[in-house]
């Protein structure tokens, strides 16, 4: 676990809320989804650990389900501010919802990069308590089904001078302008994490430490079944 100030991570997922207007059954959150045990984001821990991190980051907003939180737009507000990306990991029902997204986009004046989590599972994993799964594909094999979806790109592997190899970005054409797509390849190690030792994937605890992304999912399984 790391200070802020020491922040190595490319990206920074921020658990804004528990809650979903969704009940997937094979829901990573497994036994945290709904629980009102796990509290939303705390603003002031959020803004002073943004503030103190010593590189632009990808601030990546989830939840469960980031348009739950109440407080989604100060989130976004607080992150430009520290000028860093803000991006939302959305199931998308509330996007829905035109008055919502207008008011986002006029409040900031400029639109958040948007995930749509297109689940591909084909295998699932009972080493973290079915609580995370992962996906069979490796980079390529998920190239290749991007490309059978959106045409021929090239895969960038590079961002910022930060490189990986289990993920690159690619753009597209669509009827309404260029759009951006990530392919990650979260085949998992011996230890049944994906994407173990990676610098990019980082997340923010309530506390306002940073710890590498599926640790921090681990660790919260394990204290469960502790329980
Ligand atoms: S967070 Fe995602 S996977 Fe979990 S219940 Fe909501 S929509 Fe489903």
């Known amino acids: 676990m790391i200070k802020p100030e020491n922040n190595t991570f490319h990206t920074l997922s921020i658990q804004t809320t528990y809650q979903c207007n969704m009940k997937c059954a094979n829901c990573y959150l497994g036994h945290m989804l709904n629980n009102p045990d796990y509290a939303d984001i705390d603003l002031k821990v959020f803004e002073d650990s943004i503030s103190k991190l010593p590189g632009k980051?990808?601030?990546r907003l989830i939840g469960a389900e980031p348009t739950m939180n109440d407080n989604l737009f100060e989130l976004i507000r607080i992150t430009r501010k520290y000028n860093h990306r803000p991006s939302l990991l959305t199931n998308g029902l509330k996007l829905g919802q035109e008055d919502y997204v207008i008011k986002m986009c006029d409040k900031y004046n400029r639109t958040t990069g948007i995930t749509f989590p297109i689940?591909?599972?084909?295998?699932?994993v009972g080493k973290m308590g079915n609580h995370l799964d992962t996906y069979t594909y490796n980079i390529n094999e998920l190239i290749n089904i991007a490309k059978e979806n959106f045409g021929d790109f090239e895969p960038v592997f590079e961002i910022d001078g930060y490189k990986e190899k289990n993920t690159c970005t690619y753009k597209f054409q669509t009827e309404i302008g260029v759009m951006y797509g990530?392919?990650?390849?979260?085949?998992?190690d011996d230890d049944g994490l994906p994407d173990r030792g990676s610098k990019r994937r980082g997340i923010l605890t309530k506390e306002g430490m940073i710890m590498p992304f599926f640790e921090f999912y681990e660790e919260e399984v394990n204290v469960k079944k502790k329980k």
């Open 57 to 59: 980051c990808d601030i």
């Open 119 to 124: 689940m591909m599972r084909i295998k699932s």
């Open 182 to 188: 990530k392919c990650t390849d979260w085949t998992i």
